[in-house]
């Protein structure tokens, strides 16, 4: 088979080496697809502003790209088993249109530089709805926090009951956890946030690119300076972004695992519906959390994918190596699944409930001993002695009181605290974070919507 390649001038290559180099590469392609064909509008804004473009040709080629938008959306630009990979059928779709005009595409330009180009703007559209995501998934659990903040149960160590907590504190305690994990998402964006387009292979190009101009066309709000400094990147910038979603798919399968057990029937503090639940073929009786195991398997194939970046990454010397073409499917494999986790969660949330009954019923005379503690230090006992003395107690057999619910919460005021749960913090930062992600979707979806004359359309994420 002829294979169409960016790097030999003819078509005669071992079929056998083609196979192994290329690998899933054409499948995985297809998903930057769009992004490489943005990327390169771009980079005709930045060739056209550098006087290496004439303003027709600019012209014919930013129409001939604005149409591989409209066919990729239309399936009919696709990475065949002609190409190598994505750029070798983009180039070749846009010169067989325009002929040589076509061919000035990927002047000053290597694919180095056009891959990194093309990942930066899929991870940024990425990163962006996944924390839009992670937004509405904090909402949502700070109204359960809110909704069930006298729902008063348990809480555990060791798997063990511990002292008097709520539901209130159980949701609020995620909310903060995964608010945190998306508030980290501007220190990510600012590492993202550069321009690769210029550096070429690692060494530049002997052009006089002014390389700002691709960058602000691009909406990047800054560049790689170093022309050697973006093959450096590969792997560090998609490790870092697969690392902020195994962050997150802890917290997920940390959620997962404490509905899992506590809607178990020896529990019975949060209620899952019947709907969100599945069936036994043999028993009857079953609900199973199913979708809630899943997010935990889910949240664990997202640590792997975490590893083989690292590894992938690890020992290499300075410039390009063709190890980095197996980032991306890890890379995309690890921000889908953390998209699936997160739509998931924010669906499920609002749907579980609280037994109110069963959990305040759950609160026994060992499970409020602590409190007896403090009673005893607030009436002027050392806390070590008043310690002892409870304990002595306990072992002889002596009961505590559970005191009333509103007894329980007045005790725990502190700020955090399951009578004091200071949601009103918490949705302040919640307001701040999901007001950096709308500036930062407008400045970056207006950018692009730009470039390709309208809408990105449903498949680009950019414009939700």
């Known amino acids: 088979m002829t294979h169409s ?6 078509p005669h290559h071992d079929d056998l080496m083609m196979q ?15 992004w490489d064909v943005l990327g390169s509008l771009g980079h005709i804004e930045g060739l056209h502003h550098s006087g290496l473009l004439s303003a027709t040709d600019w012209r014919r080629l930013r129409a001939g790209l604005r149409a591989a938008l409209k066919a990729i959306d239309q399936g009919t630009l696709t990475v065949s088993d002609r190409y190598e990979d994505g750029h070798s059928a983009i180039e070749d ?22 891959v990194a180009c093309a990942i930066r703007l899929y991870a940024k559209d990425s990163l962006l709805h996944r924390q839009t995501l992670a937004i509405d998934l904090v909402s949502r659990l700070l109204d359960f926090a809110g909704k069930y903040r006298r729902a008063v149960w348990p ?43 210029g550096t070429g292979a690692g060494y530049g190009v002997p052009l006089p690119l002014v390389r700002e101009s691709a960058m602000k066309a691009l909406g990047f709000g800054g560049l790689d300076h170093s022309v050697g400094s973006t093959q450096l990147s590969r792997g560090k910038l998609e490790a870092a972004i697969v690392f902020w979603c195994s962050d997150v798919a802890h917290d997920l399968s940390r959620l997962a695992s404490d509905v899992i057990l506590l809607s178990a029937s020896e529990y019975g503090l949060l209620e899952l519906p019947a709907e969100l639940a599945t069936g036994s073929s043999i028993m009857p009786h079953k609900r199973n959390p199913d979708l809630f195991e899943l997010t935990r398997a889910r949240a664990a194939e997202v640590d792997g994918h975490l590893m083989t970046v690292l590894q992938l ?3 290499l010397t300075g ?23 997160l739509a998931m969660m924010v669906h499920v949330i609002p749907h579980l409930g609280v037994d109110v009954v069963r959990a305040k019923n759950s609160l026994a005379s060992d499970v409020v001993s602590t409190d007896e503690v403090m009673r005893r230090v607030e009436a002027g006992t050392p806390f070590r002695t008043a310690y002892r003395e409870v304990a002595a107690e306990i072992s002889r057999g002596v009961s505590f009181p559970v005191p009333p619910v509103s007894d329980i919460l007045r005790r725990r005021q502190s700020t955090g605290g399951a009578g004091n749960l200071a949601l009103g913090i918490l949705r302040k930062r919640l307001t701040t974070v999901a007001r950096w992600n709308r500036r930062e979707q407008g400045r970056f979806g207006g950018a692009l919507r730009r470039l390709s004359g309208s809408r990105i359309g449903r498949k680009g994420t950019v414009v939700r």
């Open 155 to 197: 809480g555990y160590t060791h798997q063990r009951r511990a002292m008097p907590s709520s539901a209130g504190v159980w949701a609020s305690a995620l909310a903060e956890g995964i608010l945190t994990t998306a508030e980290s998402v501007e220190s990510l964006w600012n590492r993202l946030d550069r321009s690769p387009l």
């Open 319 to 341: 410039g390009y190596h063709r190890d980095f073409q197996l980032l991306k499917e890890p890379l995309f494999r690890a921000l889908d699944r953390t998209g699936e986790m």
């Open 5 to 10: 390649t960016l790097w030999s001038p003819g």
């Open 93 to 114: 779709w846009i010169t067989g249109r325009l002929g040589t005009v076509g061919g000035r595409v990927h002047t000053g330009r290597s694919r180095n530089d056009q």
């Open 313 to 315: 990454k690890s020992k």
């Open 20 to 34: 192994y180099t290329v690998g899933e590469d054409r499948l995985i392609d297809q998903k930057l697809l769009r």
